[in-house]
């Protein structure tokens, strides 16, 4: 994933430094049920926004969990993170059984020309963990789509606090991410003793970024855990 510092996300360099590879990977593997249906939820809604022959951009792909998905039905898939260790498990678990590509790149600075893809997608709340703004984040994701295409971004449920807050209790009793600062977590808000602090976009702070930079996008509740923009670029 890609990270910045600004307060929104982990500090800099946090996943790649703690967070990533076979780390990451436990993560997911220690999921509670309710927390599974969602990943598996949000996949399920990106995989019905893809055609058969469409060229799909993830943006924050980690080990290529998602990716492997997208790429059953997509013709190609290109995953994109800052983190190298996450990136060589993602390659090494892919191997050449679909047509991914894993890439080292900041999703706030994309090194792929305008309309490059038919599907952007960034989902599991990059848009926020990511620790950059926003609209720099959404409008370089719009920049690379394609005219017809689409650019998606997911962001947490007020509904789903309680899993959500579960799954983290679970990653630091594993000692994946550090002791969850119980003063400070609260309100969508979940903050680690070790600077890992999490936050989320709702519905209107989507709308407020389209507003800005001039998109429309509409704005859809998913499995009553995520909360998904839509942008149709025209």
Same mark, same amino acid.
């Given at each position: ?14 996943? +790649?430094? $703690? ?7 436990? !993560?997911?593997?220690? +999921?509670?049920?309710? /927390?599974?249906?969602?990943?598996? +939820?949000?996949? *399920?809604?990106?995989? @019905?926004?893809?055609?058969? $022959? ?7 792909? #980690? ?19 800052? @983190? ?5 498990? *993602? ?10 590509? &894993?890439?080292?790149? %900041?999703?706030?600075?994309?090194? &792929?020309?305008?309309?490059? &893809?038919? /599907?952007?997608? !960034? ?30 971004? @997911?962001?947490? @449920? ?9 799954? &983290? ?22 903050? !680690?003793? %070790? ?27 998913? %499995? #009553? =855990? =995520?909360?998904? !923009? ?5």
């Amino acid at each position: 994933m890609s990270v910045g510092s600004d307060g929104a996300g982990a500090p800099a360099g946090y996943y +790649a430094r $703690g967070l990533s590879g076979v780390r990451l990977r436990r !993560c997911y593997e220690i +999921a509670p049920p309710r /927390v599974r249906q969602y990943l598996d +939820a949000e996949i *399920a809604f990106v995989l @019905s926004r893809i055609a058969p $022959g469409d060229e799909v951009l993830e943006l924050g792909c #980690g080990y290529g969990r998602v990716a492997r998905e997208l790429a059953r039905v997509a013709r190609r898939v290109v995953g994109i993170d800052t @983190s190298e260790e996450s990136l060589a498990l *993602a390659r090494e678990m892919t191997g050449q059984e679909v047509s991914c590509e &894993f890439v080292g790149m %900041d999703a706030a600075d994309l090194r &792929f020309e305008d309309g490059s &893809f038919d /599907v952007v997608a !960034c989902i599991q709340n990059g848009v926020s963990a990511f620790g950059v703004e926003p609209c720099e984040l959404v409008r370089e994701a719009v920049r690379v789509t394609r005219d017809g295409g689409r650019a998606l971004f @997911s962001s947490y @449920s007020p509904g789903f606090w309680g899993p959500r807050l579960e799954w &983290f209790e679970r990653q630091a009793e594993c000692g994946l991410v550090g002791e969850i600062d119980r003063a400070r977590t609260g309100n969508g808000i979940i903050v !680690c003793r %070790d600077g890992f602090r999490a936050t989320t976009l709702g519905a209107g702070e989507f709308e407020a970024v389209a507003k800005t930079l001039g998109v429309e996008a509409s704005v859809t509740e998913v %499995d #009553g =855990s =995520s909360v998904f !923009c839509e942008i149709r670029v025209r």
